[in-house]
T-cell receptor, first 115, second 111 residues
Framework: DVKVTQSSRYLVKRTGEKVFLECVQDMDHENMFWYRQDPGLGLRLIYFSYDVKMKEKGDIPEGYSVSREKKERFSLILESASTNQTSMYLC??????????????FGPGTRLTVL | KQEVTQIPAALSVPEGENLVLNCSFTDSAIYNLQWFRQDPGKGLTSLLLIQSSQREQTSGRLNASLDKSSGRSTLYIAASQPGDSATYLCAVKFRINKFYFGSGTKLNVKP
């Protein structure tokens, strides 16, 4: 079974804090993604990575950065948290790049509240 | 611009009914389409994945079809149960390593 885990289910931080969200997958997948999910806006892609130390911006990268030092781990960093970053954050992974068979596997999500 | 639309946004049916959820997309040049289930406050659980070369996929009481020419996919749920109550999302892969999600259909199956 593919397993994608996220470091926290719930997180409460204060405005201006630096926040780290961690995601780990155990299936040797090449690709990893960070999304945020908000009511009425659906899932929006923040960043993705197709290899170690490689990253690409998604649709809403502003205010976020990412790090992928090891294949199994993809971190999302909020350099200075703001209240509009209160959201559900979802991590996903897929294998391969060229093949069309790229089933996405999601983690359980981290509900972040910024006060 | 690639877009994925799911209608209706919410659906309420009595237990035992067969039902169809719809997903439409704007560009027929897709790689694959994936249906997910999401329970409140939880992550997404993969239900079915249809490759661009396939017409349908089945898993238990679920059947997903794909018609690229009309830009549509349907998820058929047979003999619905209260445990099927959740939000159902479709995601379309238009090009390598980028997926577009619909806003979901919230299903309520009444006992």
């Amino acid at each position: 079974d593919v397993k994608v885990t996220q470091s926290s289910r719930y997180l409460v931080k204060r405005t201006g804090e630096k926040v780290f969200l961690e995601c780990v997958q155990d299936m040797d997948h090449e690709n990893m993604f960070w999304y945020r999910q908000d009511p009425g806006l659906g899932l929006r892609l923040i960043y993705f990575s197709y290899d170690v130390k490689m990253k690409e911006k998604g649709d809403i990268p502003e205010g976020y950065s990412v790090s992928r030092e090891k294949k199994e781990r993809f971190s999302l960093i909020l350099e200075s948290a703001s209240t509009n970053q209160t959201s559900m954050y979802l991590c996903a992974s897929t294998r391969g790049q060229i093949l069309s068979y790229n089933e996405q596997f999601f983690g359980p999500g981290t509900r972040l509240t910024v006060l | 611009k690639q877009e994925v639309t799911q209608i209706p946004a919410a659906l309420s049916v009595p237990e035992g009914e067969n039902l169809v959820l719809n997903c439409s997309f704007t560009d027929s040049a897709i790689y694959n389409l994936q249906w997910f289930r999401q329970d409140p406050g939880k992550g997404l659980t993969s239900l079915l994945l249809i490759q661009s070369s396939q017409r349908e996929q089945t898993s238990g009481r679920l059947n997903a079809s794909l018609d690229k020419s009309s830009g549509r996919s349907t998820l058929y749920i047979a003999a619905s149960q209260p445990g099927d109550s959740a939000t159902y999302l479709c995601a379309v892969k238009f090009r390598i390593n980028k997926f577009y999600f619909g806003s979901g259909t919230k299903l309520n199956v009444k006992p």
